[in-house]
């Protein structure tokens, strides 16, 4: 089992539609957790942190269910601008020496 | 402008012949790393480096070197490429990832012929 799960989609929603995605992680001891964005052949870039009283940017909202050991990412009137691959990022501590653990992404495409 | 500047973005080389993919960072990151990414396999580590003169392995260190000589420059140095180093590279910089998350660089797409 990997240490952390996406679904790999893709999510193909029209314009405005509000998606929503999970990403499962396997070790309970997990401490942060991110949600990162990479466009094609780009470079992932930071989108949010998820806290565990969850938390919104805009039209992005994460939540975190540790008893069930899932982040989730919400998008809401989702634009075209937001077709990406979304990537779950655990990691086991907050320290530099902390592990970092990559999910797959889960491709996400907005059609007009 | 805060950012990780990787040199170069695209390069083919032949196998056997040793390459530097150069990485910098302007933000006074103490933390620094590289990573492959491969489709399927997602992101994996190559190396990382706490600080100046400290480095350690990843997850998939075999065939890679790294120094880190000054704070804000990390090499990633393949002394004797092969074709399943064929790979997207990416560097990436931190205050402490677990905590801040990481600022990466624009890539570096790898062919081994």
């Known amino acids: 089992r990997k240490e952390v799960e996406q679904d790999p989609g893709p999510f193909n929603v029209p314009e405005g539609a509000t998606v929503a995605f999970n990403c499962t992680y396997s070790n309970s001891a997990s401490q942060s957790f991110f949600w990162y964005r990479q466009d094609c052949r780009k470079e992932p870039k930071l989108l949010m942190s998820?806290?565990?009283s969850g938390n919104e940017d805009g039209r992005f909202t994460a939540q975190l269910n540790r008893a069930s050991q899932y982040i989730s990412l919400l998008i809401r009137d989702s634009k075209l601008s937001d077709s990406a691959t979304y990537l779950c990022?655990?990691?086991?501590?907050?320290?530099?020496?902390?592990?970092?653990?990559f999910g797959s992404g889960t491709r996400l495409s907005i059609r007009p | 402008e805060a950012q990780v500047t990787q040199n170069p973005r695209y390069l083919i080389t032949v196998t056997g012949k040793k390459l530097t993919v150069t990485c910098s960072q302007n933000?006074?990151?103490?933390?620094m790393s590289w990573y492959r990414q491969d489709p399927g396999l997602g992101l994996r580590q190559i190396y990382y480096?706490?600080?100046?003169?400290?480095?350690d392995k990843g997850d998939v260190p075999e065939g890679y070197k790294v120094s880190r000589k000054e704070k804000r420059n990390f090499p990633l140095i393949l002394e004797s490429p092969s074709p399943n180093q064929t790979s997207l590279y990416f560097c990436?910089?931190?205050?402490?990832?677990?905590?801040?998350?990481?600022?990466f660089g624009s890539g570096t797409r790898l062919t081994v012929v």
């Open positions: 998820v806290y565990s």
């Open positions: 990022v655990v990691s086991l501590g907050y320290s530099s020496a902390s592990k970092i653990i």
């Open positions: 990436a910089s931190s205050l402490s990832p677990g905590a801040y998350g990481y600022t």
């Open positions: 480096s706490m600080n100046v003169e400290v480095t």
């Open positions: 933000m006074n990151h103490e933390y």
